[in-house]
């Protein structure tokens, strides 16, 4: 074929390839060469070629295995280098930036979470350089080799060239050119991505989604979305949109969303919301125990775990609302699994079967029937979302490619 004699064609087949045996040797490992070929399909003197490259790049290493009842010599096994790269992973969500340093096995570093004021007179981009250059002066001394920097941030963002176009809280954002100016800055790739979709990615690679091939994870938090994972594939996940179904209208006549609509999820179902419904209906019901302490999320959950009719009438509304829209998404994406993230997990005893009643009851009997809603592992805080950019860059090939050209 004309096309196989192109340049950036082998290009492509060569990253894809490496990434696909980094991927192997990195959740099988230590795993033989022959195991390693078979695996990956690809010709033994293919995988002597791109293992001698990892290994001359310290991305992989050598260890002997010795097969279980085998007298024999010990076989040789490879296994992933990762301590000797670090990659920075940033989180910024309302008011805080989280900045962790990890190496290529994700463990965690170093990590930092500062305040980053919704407003300030320096610009957006000034101030998030800022705090990566002095995270990097703070922590010199445990920094090995950088690999990339990954972002993780709500909004709505254009991740294939790193452009922030609008965020919530951050009213100075329009068109940051965040990727391309940190990348030149630093002079190493830098990954962006909606918090929302690189969670759920973190979830599939590392957490309660492991393993299984079509997810849907729904955020309930100050914003309400959702992340699919399709045939082991995110949804949308090379362009700005989400799953939106945060503004997915569920009551005509409810409350003006931001958005320009009426009655959106988010405006029924987001953490505020929610917090505001509770006060104008504990003013109807004085002898509800939320009277007690402060409002919160958290004594919200407590309260309904205790047994308040109110809080739990309250929980279980949020869940029903959730639920309809999923239920309408289990009909399209017929899912093993379901994952919500959410701060009122706290109490998933209530919030849970409010969901799966509804699902059961709204969508096909035959995708519902063995459907799991459970929690997430990982909460909307924190760093391992990020982690899930850098890994899948490995996995793709695009970032393991640049680490093996030095
Ligand atoms: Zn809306």
């Given at each position: 074929m004309v096309a196989d004699s192109q340049p950036g064609h082998i290009d492509q087949i060569k990253q894809t390839n490496a990434g696909a045996v980094y991927r192997l040797i990195d959740q099988l490992g230590p795993v033989s060469r022959i195991d390693l070929s078979r695996l990956a399909q690809l010709a033994p003197a293919s995988i002597t070629k791109i293992v001698r490259e990892m290994l001359e790049a310290h991305l992989v290493q050598e260890t002997e295995i010795q097969e279980p009842g085998s007298r024999g010599r010990p076989a040789v096994g490879l296994m992933v280098e990762t301590e000797a790269w670090h990659y920075l992973s940033v989180r910024i969500n309302r008011g805080e930036i989280h900045l962790a340093l990890r190496d290529l096995s994700s463990k965690l570093v170093v990590e930092e979470t500062l305040p980053l004021p919704l407003q300030d007179p320096t610009p957006f981009l000034t101030r998030i350089i800022t705090h990566i250059d002095q995270f990097f002066i703070r922590h010199q001394h445990m920094l090995e080799r950088l690999t990339a920097i990954a972002i993780t941030l709500p909004g709505i963002i254009d991740t294939e060239n790193g452009i922030i176009f609008r965020m919530p809280f951050y009213?100075?954002?329009?068109?940051?050119?965040?990727g391309e100016t940190l990348s030149e800055h630093t002079g190493v790739p830098v990954y962006i991505q909606h918090d929302i979709s690189a969670w759920t990615m973190a979830e599939a690679l590392f957490g309660a989604s492991r393993g299984a091939r079509d997810v849907i994870q729904v955020v309930i938090d100050h914003n309400v979305g959702a992340g699919v994972i399709t045939d082991g594939r995110l949804l949308h996940a090379g362009s700005s949109s989400l799953v939106e179904i945060g503004h997915t209208q569920v009551d005509p006549y409810g409350k003006r969303c931001y958005c320009g609509n009426h009655g959106c999820l988010e405006t029924i179902a987001s953490v505020e919301s929610v917090l505001e419904l509770a006060q104008v209906r504990m003013n109807q019901s004085m002898?509800?125990?939320?009277?007690?302490?402060?409002?919160?999320v958290d004594w919200l959950c407590q309260a309904a775990l205790k047994g308040d009719l109110l809080a739990k009438d309250i929980i279980s509304g949020v869940g029903t609302n959730v639920g309809r829209i999923l239920a309408i998404m289990v009909n399209l994406f017929n899912p093993q699994k379901i994952l919500i993230g959410s701060p009122f997990n706290q109490a998933a005893d209530i919030l849970f079967p409010a969901i799966t009643d509804c699902i059961r009851q709204q969508s096909l009997p035959a995708y519902s029937r063995h459907i799991a809603v459970e929690s997430t592992q990982f909460s909307n805080r924190g760093t391992m979302a990020g982690a899930a950019l850098v890994k899948d860059a490995l996995y793709n090939g695009s970032l393991l490619i640049r680490l093996l050209q030095g």
């Open positions: 009213e100075d954002v329009k068109e940051v050119q965040l002898s509800s125990m939320l009277h007690q302490q402060p409002l919160s």
